[in-house]
């Protein structure tokens, strides 16, 4: 949103109320007739919370430039953040249930789910040739019982798993699906805008930065604290759990492979995706988030 300063000059005549109208529809173009009244009454209210604490109107203490102008969208940002905030929460959770999925049928369960169907064996190495349960079950059992003692890394190097139609590595598909939903994700941090920080607020003695982030504190509790009582609370584990498997794992990736592009595609295809740390850390905000929940709804 492309935004427009006002000089404020020592000596320089006081901005009247028309004046700090106008200059909010310059700076705001491309906001809605409806956005500008809006932002106009926010104006009028923090000037009257501004008078009743400090005796003073929230020009006179910030004085009228871009950054007020900033402050004031940080409070419409807390409420356009819900729309990629869902978003998030929902492509994180698909990601998860999928890796989760994978981890626990090898692959196989997965790649089903995403239409990759056909007879797996593994592949045997002294051999190479794919060894299935119905043309060789001693075999089968045999590498099934090596792969159980190895790291995953090692199972998918030393004995991988393949579709005995298409020659395919089991699970590549699920792969390229988790780093697909990674990149969405990408993308999906890019739509969340600036909000206001109470700690800064208070930190600052600025009123409109305290109002902005109380008005952020409230939204991201109304975000999941509604679904939570809508649901019986099953929706805290998707909310809480999905996003911290997404972050853990971007910063795992980053931490690994430092600026690489393709630090994501590498940690995934390496089978480095962490699932316990980052489930661990959800149960636990998820169980601190009931507790709450439950608190609000006593009162």
Known sequence: MEKTSDVATQGAPVTSENDMASSSEDTSLELTTEQLETKKKIKGFLNDISQFFFDKDAVEIMGLDSEVVKKVDKLDNAFENFVPQFKNVKESALALGMSYIDFMTSGQGSDFILGKTGPTGYLDPETDEIVTFKEN???????????????????????????????????????????????????????????????????????????????????????????????????????????????????????????????????????????????????????????????????
């Open 137 to 299: 079950e001693d075999r089968w059992k045999e590498l099934r019982d090596a792969r159980s003692k190895m790291t995953i890394q090692d199972a998918d190097l030393k004995i991988p798993i393949l579709n005995k139609d298409t020659k395919e590595k089991v699970g590549s598909a699920t792969d390229e699906y988790i780093v697909d939903q990674f990149k969405k994700l990408d993308e999906i941090e890019k739509e969340f805008k600036e909000v206001g920080s109470l700690v800064k607020g208070l930190k600052e003695g600025d009123p409109l930065e305290i109002i902005a982030g109380g008005t952020n504190a409230m939204t991201s509790v109304v975000s999941t604290v509604i679904p939570a009582m809508l649901t019986g609370g099953f929706s805290l584990f998707p909310q809480m759990v999905a996003p911290m498997y997404y972050e853990y794992n971007s910063e795992k990736a980053k931490n690994l492979y430092g600026d690489d592009p393709e630090a994501i595609d590498k940690l995934i295809n390496n089978r480095e995706v962490e699932l316990a740390v980052p489930t661990s850390l959800g149960v636990l905000s998820v169980a601190l988030e009931k507790i709450g929940i439950k608190g609000i709804s006593n009162i």
